[in-house]
């Protein structure tokens, strides 16, 4: 009996041994769930800024000349470093031309310049101007408008002259766009000139050029007539014009040469004090 009572405690002892191998072995299958976390290497090369990095999303729609600016302000800077156009310019045309974003070129085609088909061979939209339901681009962006309108003045000829003038001096950029025929208005230089001062939308040159605006004709001719050139003028035909000899107009101005540019601010009649 004794024996019996031996042998079943000794199996007892042995399948317990035997359950706790088991229970602590480790399945090969289990998967391992920890973590390794890579830290992200980081980027200290200065970038250059493109025009498709800039974020012009518009989600809600422009209430705003301010927010107009706000949107698009970095835009018209990244134009004027590449093409050299003023942003305070670019600026000005656009609110003054899209209607500060609200006009339903811009709204529907993000088209804020008014730019017209011409040879583009994208997207177009068919909205009233000179003539009924004429063509218009149409853009996927409206940064893409604003990168548009810097190619149609660097590309044609007849706004080449503007190119010859200061980046900085807004006024003769405003004059210059008329004289070059960019639009009928007789007063569109004084509109882009009042929105410019208004919303001191030359600070955005100023940043870009690091110079500030410097005034380089009204200073000094206050009381006296000027003129401003247009395509064709040469000393002699304003000389002719106004009655004056070259050598006068040149000593009034101060030129050293017959070289002129358009949108160039002559005086052509000294003020009372100048005598």
Same mark, same amino acid.
């Given at each position: ?12 002892? @042995? ?12 399945? +090969? ?16 090369? +200065? ?26 302000? +970095? ?37 804020? @310049? ?31 408008? =604003?990168?548009?309108?810097?190619? @149609? ?9 503007? =190119? ?24 569109? +230089? ?13 600070? =955005? ?69 100048? @005598?």
């Amino acid at each position: 009996m004794n024996k019996i009572m031996l042998i079943v405690l000794a199996l007892l002892v @042995f399948s317990c041994g035997s359950k706790k191998a088991i229970t602590k072995k480790k399945d +090969p299958r289990k998967t391992n769930t920890e973590r390794v976390v890579i830290p992200k290497e980081t980027k200290t090369d +200065p970038e250059v800024i493109t025009i498709e990095e800039i974020n012009t999303n518009i989600t809600k729609p422009i209430t705003s000349v301010e927010e107009y600016i706000a949107t698009f302000g +970095p835009v018209a800077q990244e134009e004027m470093r590449l093409y050299g156009i003023p942003a305070s310019i670019k600026l000005a045309q656009g609110i003054l031309e899209s209607n500060s974003g609200k006009g339903r070129l811009s709204v529907e085609a993000n088209n804020h @310049f008014g730019i017209k088909c011409h040879d583009w061979t994208g997207d177009r939209i068919y909205h009233d101007d000179d003539a009924l339901q004429e063509c218009f681009r149409k853009y996927v962006d409206a940064k893409y408008s =604003f990168r548009d309108h810097s190619l @149609f003045l660097t590309t044609r000829s007849r706004y080449s002259n503007l =190119f010859t003038l200061k980046k900085n001096d807004y006024k003769a950029w405003a004059k210059g766009l008329k004289a070059a025929g960019y639009a009928t208005d007789k007063k569109y +230089p004084d509109k882009l000139i009042s929105l410019i001062e208004r919303y001191n939308l030359h600070k =955005f040159d100023e940043v870009v050029t690091g110079t500030k605006y410097e005034e380089t004709v009204v200073s000094n001719r206050a009381g006296g007539a000027t003129y401003t050139v247009v395509k064709g003028d040469t000393l002699y035909s304003i000389s002719r014009k106004y009655n004056i000899t070259v050598k006068e107009l040149q000593d009034m101005n101060g030129l050293r040469d017959n070289a002129l540019s358009i949108g160039q601010e002559l005086l052509i009649k000294p003020s009372s004090t100048n @005598f």
